[in-house]
């Protein structure tokens, strides 16, 4: 169940985040039990870190971290340590759980809390990751602007999202801050910040997982469906919606991750 404490608002935003209504909160820790890095690809981010040599003393922000999946393998892969923070608290539970088995929780700290206050904090990190959260913080340039805010001069901003793999803007909500990949990197580095990398995802990847990811939400709605019968359609309008997602996403997003170094 999610918590009880959350406002209206804030369950929008998890709603909003996890591609569902708020109505469908209480059962997405269940239809989500199986997928653990929920569309970030924390591999790519590891080897894009990895590859700069950055000391264990490094300290990383994880933004809307759901699972953990990226904080875990920063600080298993690199030494790394890591604040990931999520509005979910079954997600906080997961990571959390996650990070003990794994052997890194001296070395990863998860909070629910809104990452919008973190951004209003006098925090200064090595690295902030924003993964996988699309337009939560408006264009690429206004969720630059705003996640620089908390990296120390030099440091690091992570991006794991995407841009239009045609010329034609999607007519979608949420999808507005979608652009070309020109004016992505433009957009990007619109602050001063030095783009150091771009790691494309090949379409096939993007798609195996996204069938993958599918068949999971199936079986676990399946489940809930002969549980909970009154709820049946919802959870099968859930389903439907995660499908024909994807689909949209596979024909007109490029995915992508970037590596930006905070200018002065």
């Known amino acids: 169940m999610h918590c009880a404490r959350l406002t209206d608002e804030q369950e929008r935003q ?120 699309g337009g939560a913080l408006g264009g690429f340039d206004r969720c630059i602007g705003q996640l620089r805010r908390i990296v120390r001069s030099n440091g690091y901003i992570v991006i794991d999202d995407g841009f239009l793999a045609s010329e034609h803007a999607m007519e979608r909500n949420g999808y507005d801050h979608y652009t070309s990949r020109e004016e992505t990197h433009q957009l990007l580095t619109r602050h001063g910040d030095e783009l150091l990398q771009e790691t494309l995802i090949p379409q096939s990847e993007v798609e195996a997982c996204n069938r993958e990811n599918n068949r999971r939400i199936q079986v676990r709605a399946k489940g809930l469906m002969e549980r909970f019968p009154e709820h049946a359609d919802r959870l099968a309008g859930y389903v439907e919606s995660q499908v024909a997602e994807c689909e949209v996403l596979e024909s007109s997003i490029a995915a992508a991750v970037w590596l930006l170094q905070r200018g002065d």
């Open 14 to 133: 998890i709603a909003a985040a996890l591609e569902t209504t708020p109505d469908l909160l209480p059962f997405l820790s269940e239809l989500l039990a199986d997928i653990w890095e929920l569309g970030s690809w924390p591999a790519v981010i590891a080897e894009m870190l990895g590859a700069r040599g950055l000391p264990s003393s490094t300290r990383v922000l994880d933004l809307g971290c759901g699972k953990g999946a990226i904080g875990i393998r920063l600080a298993r892969d690199l030494g790394f340590g890591v604040l990931g923070v999520d509005l979910f608290e079954p997600f906080i539970r997961e990571a959390r759980e996650r990070a003990r088995r794994e052997g890194v929780d001296d070395r990863c700290e998860f909070r629910v809390a809104d990452a919008r206050d973190l951004l209003v904090s006098n925090s200064r990190f090595d690295v902030v990751v924003w993964a996988a959260l």
